[in-house]
């Protein structure tokens, strides 16, 4: 079983940093992409940014394109979110987010939604003061 750990969440003013982390853990961990998603308070869960864990290909929402840096360590079963020129609108849980399979089984567009992720973490807040 595949767990994912977030960390690195908190309170930054705008315009400052943060850098999530989502350590996956579990026997022989794979993946074909991992992703983050966001959930602001009375709002539904948006995507933010996605990886594919062989080949790093990256895509990001537009809220964040320029601004946000998805990234990932092969050797600490790790992915990073660096978060740069924080915005109030940025205030929300983050959920890091793996597929079960390795092989891309849908096309690129599905991979911007929830539909291909089976293994989720417990979300990590993120406020953006003004």
């Known amino acids: 079983q595949v767990q994912l750990v977030e960390s690195g969440g908190g309170l930054v003013q705008a315009g400052g940093s943060l850098r999530l982390s989502c350590a996956a853990s579990?026997?022989?961990?794979?993946?074909?992409?991992m992703a983050w998603f966001r959930q602001a308070p009375g709002m539904e869960r948006e995507f933010v940014a996605t990886?594919?864990?062989?080949?790093?290909?990256?895509y990001y929402a537009g809220s964040v394109k320029g601004r946000f840096t998805i990234s990932r360590d092969f050797s600490q079963n790790t992915v990073y979110l660096q978060m740069n020129s924080l915005k109030p609108e940025d205030t929300a849980v983050y959920y890091c987010a793996a597929t079960g399979g390795i092989d891309a089984i849908y096309t690129a567009n599905y991979y911007y939604t929830e539909g291909p992720y089976d293994y989720w973490g417990q979300g990590t807040q993120v406020t953006v003061s003004s």
């Open positions: 990886i594919t864990w062989r080949d790093g290909d990256t």
């Open positions: 579990g026997r022989r961990f794979a993946s074909y992409a």
